[in-house]
């Protein structure tokens, strides 16, 4: 489920910004982003992202300024190294006949001469990190229950769209029994009616013949799925179950179209089934 949280503390000597964003995915996929001096918090940091989401591309920034003396970041100057720049630029400088313009500004842009002293934190900046971390992956969850919300509303009336189409299905069972036999009479007094030898057995196959397009079972079975489907989203719904169940509708729509054999029920399950992929398409976005 997509989602975003923000959030800033400034104390214990330091100014702390984590943004956390997600985006869907099967599996809890982590990217925490973390400056050199603070990669021994990367463990602590997942397994406070693991506790709280269960899956998702997650990926957590930080922005740390330091605003106390005690956390103030220093560097490093290798004077020596300096000076042997310094030396050779000169001897350089005298064999080629060019002039040596400002060493200074050139030797202190050479690679190793200024350099940054590794950072230790204290124990009370590292926990401001923490928790500051810990606070946008909340507001990360409350982005995503306003979103599961709005989501939730969309599989409600996706599904009584569909409980909809089921209704006219049923209106319009009469009429296609009606049509079946119109077309089973017309084609017995067209081509067999004085050819029949068995009576009997032409009743049983007619009878058969009317049960191949019998979509009883799968109306019952549609129904039984989208009353569980209702039940799961009243409760904590999960978005793989909501899945599974919306593979089975999908089943059921599929016999009901090709047994149905009449346009207007037709019409009613492809209209039933767009209002499947919308569930397909909302439920991958639930955890």
């Not at 899956?55 to 930080?62: A, E």
């Not at 009243?234 to 509708?249: A, C, D, Y």
Request: net charge negative.
């Amino acid at each position: 489920m997509t989602g975003f949280g923000r959030a800033e503390t400034n104390e214990a000597g330091i100014k702390v910004i984590c943004e956390v964003k997600s985006l869907n995915g099967r599996y809890l996929d982590l990217d925490i982003r973390l400056p050199r001096f603070l990669y021994e918090l990367d463990a602590s940091l997942r397994k406070l992202l693991q506790e709280k989401l269960e899956r998702g591309s997650v990926t957590m920034m930080f922005n740390i300024e330091f605003t106390g003396a005690e956390n103030a970041p220093d560097i490093s100057i290798n004077q020596a190294l300096a000076k042997t720049y310094f030396d050779k630029l000169s001897l350089l400088s005298h064999s080629l006949n060019l002039d040596f313009r400002d060493p200074f500004n050139q030797i202190i842009r050479m690679p190793d001469v200024v350099g940054n002293v590794e950072k230790t934190l204290t124990d009370e900046a590292k926990q401001c990190i923490l928790q500051t971390a810990l606070k946008a992956i909340d507001k990360l969850i409350g982005f995503r229950k306003q979103e599961g919300n709005s989501i939730l509303e969309k599989l409600s009336d996706a599904s009584g769209e569909i409980r909809k189409q089921l209704t006219v299905v049923e209106s319009e069972e009469e009429p296609r029994r009606q049509n079946l036999r119109n077309k089973i009479n017309n084609s017995i007094a067209e081509h067999v009616r004085d050819n029949i030898a068995d009576m009997n057995r032409l009743e049983q196959e007619i009878l058969l013949y009317m049960e191949k397009w019998d979509i009883a079972e799968e109306k019952q079975r549609l129904k039984q799925h989208l009353d569980y489907f209702d039940e799961c989203l009243k409760k904590e719904p999960l978005g793989r179950k909501l899945n599974f169940i919306s593979q089975e509708m999908g089943r059921e729509m599929n016999t009901m179209g090709v047994k149905s054999n009449h346009f207007p029920m037709q019409q009613a399950v492809v209209l039933m089934k767009e209002k499947l992929e919308q569930i397909k398409e909302q439920v991958l976005n639930i955890v």
